[in-house]
């Protein structure tokens, strides 16, 4: 059966960006294919936020991972992109200084 797989019908998945509320940067990111990868892009992105004031600087990229491990566990679940989205807005916010 054409669009189908062991999983059941194939579903149009939004592009990684909208999927992290229009954030590309921190797709483009996640997409690399390796932990240390993923992480060396954080930290690349966090040092770029904390150069301009933008970002606090006591968060690590392993920080950011951890957040991140569990927005994404969330997302998938039925009627729950609604909250991945809050709690991606909660990761985001927090990571502003005070």
Known sequence: MAGCSARGPARRRRPAHRRLGG?????????????????????????????TGELRTDVTAEDVAANLIGIFTVAPLPGHAARADRLLGVLMHGLRPA
């Not at 993923?38 to 930290?43: L, Q």
């Open 23 to 51: 954030r590309p940067r921190l797709a483009a990111a996640l997409r690399l294919g390796n932990v240390r990868g993923r992480i060396a892009a954080i930290e690349d992105m966090l040092r770029a936020g904390h150069a």
